[in-house]
């Protein structure tokens, strides 16, 4: 499957009509990219996310990157915390994390809609507030029915991007994420990707575990094609630029969306086809750390009401 997030996102570059790739200028940031900055977009060890045990560890970004998208809207989302306030994914990791650790456990099975509402409080509710409380409820019930309550423990084992990215998606729906083009099937699996690479990631730092994330191929979101665009790697022609610059919402598989998120992916397996001893997963990371440090961006990202990213 992996690989067919690659060839079919491949399919929707090479035959785009509102989105293309400047290569010109891709090939100029590629000679700047300094392999040393590299790196999981989590080893920083965010509001000490790593003094858990691993098991906690794993079975909590289960839950998280089931969530872990859409945080947009007017007014944004955001949470006070004791670094000042946070707003996206980093409010949604504080919120879960002080949560699960105020209660020494990782289990959701029965918390109720309000108490979720109540972890996830801030100034404004966060977008698809119930949409995210359901599909955690449901994640739990699979794991306490499929997996005898403890997703770790059913894949401390598996080392390798492929396998364990078939058991997410055949386990868990709330990761299915397939558009169509040109009457066409196109794969992007976000979410689960961003799970199985968060996985062997922490394996490998944390156990030193000898794991596989190189099929990987990038997680299409909204943060780094606007960061592409602001580096004039990716351009969109004059309808959909008046679109995202006048915040229009775009609909989930519209051909415009699917072309936005494509191209993203066509963009990472070229940087990672013309540097040696990388993944495309690192430079996924690469360019979403990338998104958060990049300052004065004055092109807005595309807004798609949608539960994939």
Same mark, same amino acid.
């Given at each position: 499957?992996? $690989?067919?997030i690659? =060839?079919?996102? /491949?399919?929707?570059?090479?035959?785009?009509?509102?989105?293309?790739i400047?290569?010109?200028?891709?090939?100029e940031?590629?000679?700047?990219?300094d392999?040393?900055?590299?790196?999981?977009?989590? !080893? !920083?060890?965010?509001?000490?996310?790593?003094?858990?045990?691993?098991?906690k560890?794993?079975?909590?970004?289960?839950?998280?990157?089931?969530?872990?998208y859409?945080?947009?809207?007017?007014?944004?989302? #955001?949470? =006070?915390?004791?670094?000042?306030?946070?707003?996206?994914?980093?409010?949604?990791?504080?919120?879960?994390?002080?949560?699960?650790?105020?209660?020494?456990?990782?289990?959701?099975?029965?918390?109720s809609?309000? =108490?979720? !509402?109540?972890?996830? @409080?801030?100034?404004?509710?966060?977008?698809?507030? @119930?949409?995210?409380?359901?599909?955690?409820v449901?994640?739990?019930?699979?794991?306490?029915k499929?997996?005898?309550g403890?997703?770790? &423990?059913?894949?401390?084992?598996? /080392?390798?991007?492929?396998?364990?990215?078939d058991?997410?998606? &055949?386990?868990?729906?709330?990761?299915y994420?397939?558009? =169509?083009?040109?009457?066409? %099937?196109?794969?992007f699996?976000?979410?689960?990707?961003?799970?199985?690479?968060?996985?062997?990631?922490?394996?490998?730092?944390? /156990?030193?575990?000898?794991?596989?994330?190189?099929?990987?191929?990038?997680?299409?979101?909204?943060?780094?094609?606007?960061t592409?665009?602001?580096?004039?790697?990716?351009?969109?022609?004059?309808?959909?630029? %008046?679109?995202?610059?006048?915040?229009q919402l775009?609909?989930?598989?519209?051909?415009? $969306?699917?072309?936005?998120?494509? /191209?993203?992916? $066509?963009?990472?397996?070229?940087?990672n086809?013309?540097? @040696?001893? #990388?993944?495309?997963?690192?430079?996924?990371?690469?360019?979403?750390?990338?998104?958060?440090?990049?300052?004065?961006?004055?092109k807005?990202?595309?807004?798609?009401?949608?539960?994939?990213?």
């Amino acid at each position: 499957m992996l $690989e067919k997030i690659k =060839e079919s996102c /491949n399919y929707v570059a090479k035959n785009s009509k509102y989105v293309s790739i400047n290569y010109d200028v891709l090939d100029e940031y590629i000679q700047n990219i300094d392999l040393r900055n590299l790196k999981f977009w989590l !080893s !920083s060890n965010p509001y000490n996310l790593f003094d858990m045990d691993i098991d906690k560890i794993i079975n909590f970004m289960l839950i998280f990157d089931s969530i872990d998208y859409c945080f947009w809207g007017q007014p944004k989302w #955001t949470i =006070e915390t004791l670094d000042g306030k946070k707003d996206g994914c980093d409010a949604l990791l504080y919120a879960l994390l002080n949560y699960v650790k105020k209660v020494d456990k990782v289990d959701f099975s029965n918390v109720s809609f309000k =108490e979720f !509402s109540d972890i996830l @409080k801030g100034n404004v509710d966060i977008p698809f507030l @119930k949409e995210r409380y359901d599909t955690v409820v449901s994640i739990c019930d699979i794991v306490n029915k499929k997996m005898n309550g403890n997703f770790y &423990n059913y894949i401390k084992n598996i /080392n390798n991007d492929d396998e364990l990215f078939d058991i997410i998606i &055949n386990n868990f729906n709330a990761f299915y994420d397939v558009r =169509e083009y040109n009457n066409q %099937k196109i794969y992007f699996y976000k979410l689960a990707q961003l799970l199985t690479s968060d996985i062997l990631h922490i394996k490998e730092l944390i /156990n030193g575990t000898k794991v596989d994330y190189s099929h990987l191929v990038g997680c299409a979101d909204y943060k780094i094609p606007q960061t592409l665009r602001a580096l004039g790697i990716i351009e969109f022609n004059s309808e959909l630029s %008046k679109i995202v610059d006048n915040k229009q919402l775009i609909d989930e598989n519209s051909i415009y $969306e699917v072309e936005i998120r494509a /191209n993203m992916i $066509e963009v990472i397996s070229y940087i990672n086809s013309k540097l @040696k001893n #990388t993944c495309s997963i690192d430079i996924n990371d690469y360019l979403f750390l990338a998104s958060k440090s990049v300052k004065d961006i004055v092109k807005p990202y595309h807004l798609c009401k949608n539960k994939n990213y």
